[in-house]
Structures are given as structure tokens and as C-alpha cells.
């Protein structure tokens, strides 16, 4: 079945420690999103890429980082883990970038950094 | 700066019509999208606006207002599975995604 996968689905991690968030799509979709989703606010996206090769930093990026080797894979990097990197972590995918078209969502990571 | 606002949580009855409202200030507009959201899924997109009116996709209809900053979603004939968050998101003049916190909405017998 064509979607999107994330791996893990939840994880609970020392602070201090370093994560990899993995996210797997076989959508053959160019553009490729990072979102956070925290109770009471909106989904904020935090790294983008439009295609292959290429990444941009969207509204929360800093203590993370990623990258786009190829069309199907975005994982989500986090350096050293801080307490409110505490999250619901969620992938997605759009034909093109630019933002016009859907955004396919994965199932999530739930983190807890203790 | 920029700012979606919708209602926190509605409640509703089955079988009754529900219209939950979307007011936004952004920097430029190039789109408004609504998401449909279950308690520990993904968002998955129920429409796109970017003209003024009303476009309907069976029960669910969504309205814009580029003029007022405004839109809703209309959904008729609930029913028990339309409990759910419905995300509102407006694509900035960068056309970057800004989203609203949600509305939740309960769905009673």
C-alpha cells in the first residue's frame, strides 16, 4: 500500500542523547515535510525539501537537522535531545513543493525526552 | 504576524449540521486547506480553497471569504466517525503552511 512510514512509533529518550527520527515514502513525491504538533498549538514545520539533494529550515528548526539523499527517504536528526523537544513528530509528503498541493501525512512518533 | 484562529472544541448532535469557523491573518494568501485529524492519526485533507465561495464534496462543504479572512467547514448529516480535530491552514504569500490550532469536535447519540 503507497504512503508514508515513520519508525519509530514512539520512543522515550534521555535528554542529551542523540535521535533519528526515519520517514519512508514510496509516493515517488518530489517535496518532503518535518512537522511538530503540541496540544494547544499548530502543526509547526521545521525542515523542508523540495527535492532531492536539497533541505530549507522552516519555523522551529533549531535543534534539529535533516537530509534528503534521495526521493523516498527525509529522516529527522536531533543532535543532543532536550526536554521540550517532547513532541508528536509527523513526516509528510506532496507531489511538488511550493505548498499548493496536499500534503500526505505519516502516522507519527511520539518522543518523550526525559 | 500570523494567526489562525478557530474555536477550541465544539459539541454537535448525529445526525444534525455543524459548521466550524476559520478566521486568518496572514502575510499574503495563496490558499486555504482543512484537515481532518482523529485522536492519534495523521491529518489526512479534506479541501482546498483559493476563489471565493463555497465548494461541496459530498457532506462536507468548505466556504472562503478572501475579503473577511474567513472560512468554514460545513458538515452535514454527522455521524459517530466525524468525531475529530479539523485543522485549518492558510498558505502564506511564501507559500509556507500556517496552521491553526484545531477544533475539536464531539459528535453525541
Known amino acids: 500500500i503507497a504512503g508514508i512510514t515513520q519508525a519509530p512509533t514512539s520512543q522515550i529518550l534521555a535528554a542529551g542523547r542523540r535521535m533519528t527520527l526515519r520517514c519512508t515514502q514510496d509516493m515517488r513525491h518530489n517535496a518532503m515535510y518535518w512537522y511538530r504538533q503540541d496540544l494547544g498549538l499548530g502543526l509547526r514545520l521545521i525542515h523542508y525539501?523540495?527535492?532531492?539533494?536539497?533541505?530549507g529550515k522552516g519555523e522551529v528548526p533549531d535543534g534539529y537537522s535533516v537530509s534528503r539523499a534521495n526521493t523516498d527517504d527525509f529522516p529527522l536528526t536531533l543532535a543532543s535531545a532536550v526536554p521540550s523537544q517532547t513532541s508528536v513528530y509527523f513526516c509528510?509528503?506532496?507531489?511538488?513543493?511550493?505548498?499548493?498541493?496536499?500534503?500526505?501525512f505519516g502516522p507519527g512518533t511520539r518522543l518523550t525526552v526525559l | 504576524g500570523q494567526n489562525i484562529d478557530q474555536p477550541t472544541e465544539m459539541t454537535a448532535t448525529e445526525g444534525a449540521i455543524v459548521q466550524i469557523n476559520c478566521t486568518y491573518q496572514?502575510?499574503?494568501?495563496?490558499?486555504l486547506f482543512w484537515y481532518q485529524q482523529h485522536a492519534g492519526e495523521a491529518p489526512t485533507f479534506l479541501s482546498y480553497?483559493?476563489l471565493d465561495g463555497l465548494e461541496e464534496k459530498g457532506r462536507f462543504s468548505s466556504f472562503l471569504s478572501r475579503s473577511k479572512g474567513y472560512s468554514y467547514l460545513l458538515l452535514k448529516e454527522l455521524q459517530m466517525k466525524d468525531s475529530a480535530s479539523y485543522l485549518c491552514a492558510v498558505l502564506d504569500s511564501n507559500y509556507q503552511l500556517i496552521w491553526g490550532a484545531g477544533t475539536k469536535l464531539i459528535i453525541k447519540p
Open positions: 509528510a509528503s506532496s507531489r511538488a513543493g511550493g505548498g499548493t498541493d496536499t500534503q500526505y
Open positions: 496572514t502575510s499574503g494568501f495563496n490558499g
Open positions: 480553497n483559493v
Open positions: 525539501s523540495n527535492t532531492a539533494g536539497t533541505t
